[in-house]
C-alpha cells in the first residue's frame, strides 16, 4: 500500500522560511515524479512544483528563485524549500506522485498525501 506524509508546515511570518516534507513508502520511488500542490478555499489546486524521476526541477512563476525542491531517492523524499514566504504562499501544500514524468494537472497524480498547511502573516 502506497503511503504519501507531508510535514513540515506552521505559522511563520513574511521573508521567514520553512521546509516542506514528502515520505513516500510502498511507491516505486527512484521512477516517479513528486509534485507540491497548493490550494486555498474555493480556489483550484494549483501545482507550486515538481521534480521528475530524473531530478529535473518545475516552479511556477510565482515562486522561482524562493523554492527549491529535492529528491533523496534512498530516503524515498522530496524536500520544498521555501524561501522568502510571503502572505499569498498561505495554502494547505499537497504532496503527490505519479510515474516518471511531471504534469500540470492534478488528476494525473495518482498518489496523493492529506496536506500540511502553510500560514504566512504579514
Known amino acids: 500500500q502506497v503511503q504519501v506524509v507531508e510535514s513540515g508546515g506552521g505559522l511563520v511570518q513574511a521573508g521567514e522560511s520553512l521546509r516542506l516534507s514528502c515520505t513516500t513508502s510502498g511507491l516505486s520511488f527512484g521512477d516517479s515524479a513528486v509534485a507540491w500542490f497548493r490550494q486555498v478555499p474555493g480556489k483550484e489546486r494549483e501545482r507550486v512544483s515538481c521534480i521528475t524521476e530524473l531530478s529535473i526541477p518545475y516552479y511556477r512563476d510565482a515562486v522561482k528563485g524562493r523554492f527549491t525542491i529535492s529528491r533523496d531517492n534512498a530516503k524515498a523524499t522530496v524536500t520544498l524549500q521555501m524561501n522568502s514566504l510571503k502572505p499569498e504562499d498561505t495554502a494547505m501544500y499537497y ?9 500540470l494537472q492534478q488528476r494525473d497524480y495518482n498518489y496523493w498525501g492529506q496536506g500540511t498547511q502553510v500560514t504566512v502573516s504579514s
Open 95 to 103: 504532496c503527490a506522485a505519479r510515474p516518471k514524468y511531471c504534469s
